[in-house]
């Protein structure tokens, strides 16, 4: 029979097949890192070296360098303002997004509380944000559940760092800002600073520098790293540091339909790098604002690290009207029981009385 299917060149046509599925075989068991290259499109309203983007670039590098991922980033805003991307990560226009969950108090308003300042360090602000996302189940549940709402999946917060005030003139105290000018950047802010004794003016962000140089305000009211990009510093002769306020924010957000479609490696890898990131940010952040402390000093700026009462003061003020804020838009968007069920666990967390 053999001798016939020689003949017949049949034998040389099954040797051919035989080792074309040998060939095939271990193709079954391969992983994402050796299937074609997964495509991904991130976007981002904040510029390179701003934390926000800053922090979601380097998950995104560690992504890469683990598997063949290729991931394509729009930042600047290229893709849409920071008030478009939700919209545009829930309609599938992008994949990812950096979250700023506080500028959407309709679709959001239960993970906005979480955005406020927490009256603790770095790590403490970070551990807080787990608790409440990831190991408190009734938080948990609730959060998800608002989260597929909006067809999102998120990743760890990032530290953004402490927030200051950056004075005109020399000063040394809070009393210095009593009756004095300050930047507002949403309505909240404005019944803090007048509680306090400032005069709340709206300016926008870019406008800041502008404005302290020619006296439209007196002082700028926001996170300290800003300083650097938007050079305040310039036009500043004091920073009054209030004592460990930090936020915890801009999670990566993934479009769930398109997360879901990812490989179970691929969503292990970002898993990690976003966890590894959190972690790194929270030194980082610390190293690169005491190196900023020490370039205002030998500026001439004076750093001014407040006392605990007027701490205190300023941050039970600010946390009382935050909280307002939120509660007020929770039973706006028809979940302020839930609202209260977070910030039963929340207030104890971060400092508030």
């Known amino acids: 029979m053999f001798q016939n299917l020689a003949k017949t060149g049949?034998?040389?046509?099954?040797?051919?097949?035989?080792?074309?599925?040998?060939?095939?075989i271990p193709l079954g068991g391969c992983t994402s890192t050796e299937k074609e290259t997964i495509k991904i499109k991130f976007a981002t309203p904040y510029m390179d070296m701003e934390p926000p983007a800053f922090y979601a670039l380097h998950i995104l590098d560690l992504v890469e360098q683990k598997l063949r991922v290729q991931i394509e980033r729009f930042t600047g805003g290229t893709m849409g303002t920071v008030a478009e991307l939700l919209g545009s990560v829930k309609s599938g226009a992008v994949d990812v997004i950096t979250l700023h969950v506080d500028q959407y108090p309709q679709e959001l308003p239960l993970h906005r509380i979480l955005n406020m300042e927490q009256n603790v360090?770095?790590?403490?602000?970070?551990?807080?944000?787990?608790?409440?996302?990831?190991?408190?189940?009734?938080?948990?549940?609730?959060?998800?559940?608002e989260l597929e709402k909006n067809n999102i999946v998120t990743l760890e917060w990032m530290q953004m760092g402490p927030t200051s005030i950056f004075t005109k003139e020399k000063a040394n105290s809070l009393n210095w800002v009593k009756g004095k000018k300050i930047n507002v950047i949403t309505a909240y802010q404005r019944k803090v600073f007048e509680?306090?004794?400032?005069?709340?003016?709206?300016?926008?962000?870019?406008?800041?520098?502008?404005?302290?140089?020619?006296?439209?305000?007196?002082?700028?009211?926001?996170a300290t790293a800003a300083s650097v990009p938007l050079k305040w510093y310039e036009v500043s002769k004091s920073v009054l540091v209030i004592g460990e306020l930090n936020v915890c924010s801009q999670p990566l957000a993934f479009n769930k339909s398109f997360w879901n479609k990812l490989p179970k490696d691929v969503q292990q890898a970002f898993i990690d790098a976003s966890k590894e990131t959190a972690l790194w940010a929270n030194k980082k952040d610390k190293e690169d604002t005491d190196a900023l402390f020490a370039m205002f000093r030998e500026?001439?700026?004076?750093?001014?690290?407040?006392p605990p009462a007027e701490v205190d003061l300023f941050y039970q003020t600010l946390?009382?009207?935050?909280?307002?804020?939120?509660?007020?838009?929770?039973?706006s968007a028809g979940v302020k029981d839930k609202a209260e069920i977070i910030l039963k666990y929340w207030e104890p967390l971060i400092g508030y009385k």
């Open 10 to 24: 049949v034998w040389k046509v099954l040797t051919v097949c035989l080792i074309f599925i040998f060939i095939m």
């Open 319 to 331: 946390a009382k009207h935050s909280i307002e804020e939120s509660l007020k838009g929770a039973e």
């Open 299 to 306: 500026r001439g700026i004076d750093v001014v690290v407040l």
């Open 121 to 145: 360090d770095r790590e403490t602000c970070y551990n807080n944000i787990v608790k409440l996302t990831q190991e408190i189940a009734e938080t948990k549940k609730i959060l998800n559940e």
């Open 195 to 222: 509680e306090l004794g400032f005069i709340p003016v709206n300016v926008a962000i870019p406008e800041l520098y502008e404005a302290m140089m020619r006296g439209v305000i007196d002082a700028i009211w926001m």
